[in-house]
């Protein structure tokens, strides 16, 4: 059993990690906690195995943490920014998740933990149920707060700059996060790239009017992108009764 610290300033986060640990059968969560300096006095007075940890905090930075306790525990690093990825990783971090942090993306970082200690020689622990993810917890511009996002509940992705706007039947969700990561963690049979700054969903496709697509639920248009068109009707041709329309 993997022993399990959780280090982050924002208690969305740690309630996020909290669970992923207890559906984990090879984790146990010792502590967690909001604070750092009151998770150093938890690494030095007791055995943690492997420590979940921010790195932008107020009081001290993950990776100063880091080289306060360095020896007594592993480390896997959480942030919304990955320029500090190089930086964990010479301080021997043993893996480096983005926020929102996915379940599936969590399994892989503990698997590493887990066959550090057994020597490499354990076998890939997969969760039946998170074989086939069907959500994401995304930040909102309120600091510690986080939405869960069913996928079935998404129409269309929209890029706004260094932001993006999900929009669902019932509402927008604006959050910092750019298209290609969203893309990465989308299911293709489901959401598809059409544009530049667009992300649709398949499903909710209502009406394909040359280089627009018309969404069930959304008035006006999606624009499709030149560079996207051929690669968007070779996926829907499957679906076209009376031949192929391009």
Known sequence: MIKCLIVDDE????EILSTFIEQTPFLTLTHATTN?????GVVQNQSIDL?????QMPQISGLDFMKIVQGKTKFVLTTAYSQFALDGYELDAIDYLMKPIAYERFLKAVQKMMNLTTGGSSQVWKNPVAEIEDYIFVKTENKGKMVRINFKDITYIEGLKNY????????QIVTLMNMKDLEERLPTENFMRV????????????LIDGNQISLADVKGYVPLGESYRNIFFDTIDNKVMGGKNK
């Open 51 to 55: 420590t979940f940890l921010d790195i």
């Open 195 to 206: 544009h530049k700054s667009y992300i649709i969903c398949t499903d909710r496709i209502k």
């Open 11 to 14: 208690h969305a986060a740690v």
């Open 36 to 40: 750092p300096i009151e998770a150093i």
């Open 164 to 171: 993006i706007a999900i929009h669902t039947k019932d509402e």
